[in-house]
């Protein structure tokens, strides 16, 4: 997982955002909500946490106007966002 996340951060992927509410995320280093509808969010893998006993998966996202970051949700979300990822691996 560190180095998917060391790679997307030489692509450019290097801004944090967080899944504010249905339908919105918050980009973190810009203080600004979006919604899910205006960006681009990519599925790069599926992170096991064994001590939680629980999955996350690892999201590639692209604003439109150009903010490029990624996100960490759990399979509770992914439902929530399925019909906006696309399969980037």
């Not at 955002?17 to 681009?40: A, D, H, I, Y």
């Not at 966002?81 to 399969?87: I, P, Q, R």
């Amino acid at each position: 997982m560190t180095r998917k996340i060391i790679s997307l951060h030489h692509e450019g992927y290097t801004d944090d955002f967080l899944l504010l509410r249905p339908g919105f995320l918050w980009w973190l280093q810009g203080q600004q909500e979006f919604p899910v509808s205006e960006t681009k969010l990519n599925f790069i893998t599926l992170i096991n946490e064994k001590r939680a006993h629980d999955c996350r998966f690892l999201l590639a996202i692209q604003i439109d106007y150009g903010q490029r970051g990624i996100l960490f949700i759990g399979t509770e979300k992914v439902i929530e966002l399925g019909k906006y990822v696309a399969d980037g691996r």
